[in-house]
């Protein structure tokens, strides 16, 4: 399990994440959903041990990510997808997919980069093994993301708006691939403001307002007049996606 347990933070005098409780289970989908501010990438950046929590408990499977000795293994289990394109400039796509695998993993690099052609032809990138960032379309770079994620075999894979700097038609792409990867029961952490996708794909969606989890709900009952959409941040969050 992936358990997030009354996590504070804070950036100087602004309260970021404000006693953030939320426990991901193997196979489940979560999407997280709120305000640009509210604290997703925060809150994603906080269990991979990007930031230093001021009060509460992180762990992925057990190991704790605010104890030096345990986030290697934390991180091992959890793959992240940045929105913004953070691949290697000067590495082609199979090699930026297999460089964690063989340094990190000690993966023998053959091994690797059959894996890493298997991944890439499994977004529809077979042919793109040697192309470098710069040679991709954002669309096709965030699909070598998801790639270069998977390829460390996460139990947990942690999207942060993935979609949100892609056009229309790249962002059909990249869902596309998602929606395979929940379907094949991929444990996935999902921000996002693709609203009508997380409901499609996701177990549970909850809803972070101002650094606090307002709604955690099993999707059906998160878009249910009586469940979330009760809450009326939820109702005026959810009419101002429909609307944008
Ligand atoms: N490193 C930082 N230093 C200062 N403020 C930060 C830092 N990172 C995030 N913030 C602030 O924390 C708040 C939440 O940011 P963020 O987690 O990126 O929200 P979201 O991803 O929901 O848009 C914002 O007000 C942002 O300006
Ligand atoms: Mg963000």
Redesign the pocket.
Same mark, same amino acid.
């Given at each position: 399990m992936l358990k997030v347990e009354n996590v504070k933070k804070s950036? $100087?005098a602004?309260t970021?994440l404000n006693g953030v409780n939320l426990t991901v289970r193997p196979g489940e989908v979560v999407s997280i959903l $709120? +305000? +640009? $501010?509210? $604290?997703?990438?925060?809150?994603i950046r906080c269990i991979n041990g990007l930031e230093k929590l001021d009060a509460g408990r992180i762990t992925v499977d057990e190991f704790d990510v605010s104890k030096p000795k345990e986030l290697a293994e934390a991180r091992k289990r959890s793959g992240t997808v940045f929105q913004l394109f953070n691949l290697y400039p000067h590495m082609t796509a199979l090699q930026n997919i297999t460089l964690a695998p063989v340094e990190v993993l000690k993966r023998p690099r053959a091994e690797a980069e059959v894996d890493g052609r298997a991944l890439l032809a499994s977004v529809g990138l077979g042919d793109r093994a040697d192309a470098y960032p710069a040679q991709l379309s954002g669309g096709q770079r965030q699909r070598v993301g998801i790639c270069r994620a998977l390829a460390m075999k996460p139990r947990y894979l942690l999207l942060d708006e993935v979609t949100s700097a892609l056009d229309p038609e790249m962002t059909a792409e990249v869902l596309t691939i998602l929606a395979k990867l929940a379907a094949e029961g991929t444990t996935m952490v999902f921000?996002t403001h693709e609203v009508e996708f997380a409901r499609q794909i996701s177990n549970r969606v909850v809803f972070?307002e101002k650094g606090t989890l307002l709604v955690d709900l099993p999707t059906k009952d998160f878009f249910d007049p009586a469940g979330g959409l009760a809450q009326p941040r939820v109702a005026q969050f959810l009419s101002k996606m429909r609307k944008d």
């Amino acid at each position: 399990m992936l358990k997030v347990e009354n996590v504070k933070k804070s950036f $100087g005098a602004a309260t970021v994440l404000n006693g953030v409780n939320l426990t991901v289970r193997p196979g489940e989908v979560v999407s997280i959903l $709120g +305000s +640009s $501010g509210s $604290g997703k990438s925060t809150l994603i950046r906080c269990i991979n041990g990007l930031e230093k929590l001021d009060a509460g408990r992180i762990t992925v499977d057990e190991f704790d990510v605010s104890k030096p000795k345990e986030l290697a293994e934390a991180r091992k289990r959890s793959g992240t997808v940045f929105q913004l394109f953070n691949l290697y400039p000067h590495m082609t796509a199979l090699q930026n997919i297999t460089l964690a695998p063989v340094e990190v993993l000690k993966r023998p690099r053959a091994e690797a980069e059959v894996d890493g052609r298997a991944l890439l032809a499994s977004v529809g990138l077979g042919d793109r093994a040697d192309a470098y960032p710069a040679q991709l379309s954002g669309g096709q770079r965030q699909r070598v993301g998801i790639c270069r994620a998977l390829a460390m075999k996460p139990r947990y894979l942690l999207l942060d708006e993935v979609t949100s700097a892609l056009d229309p038609e790249m962002t059909a792409e990249v869902l596309t691939i998602l929606a395979k990867l929940a379907a094949e029961g991929t444990t996935m952490v999902f921000v996002t403001h693709e609203v009508e996708f997380a409901r499609q794909i996701s177990n549970r969606v909850v809803f972070l307002e101002k650094g606090t989890l307002l709604v955690d709900l099993p999707t059906k009952d998160f878009f249910d007049p009586a469940g979330g959409l009760a809450q009326p941040r939820v109702a005026q969050f959810l009419s101002k996606m429909r609307k944008d």
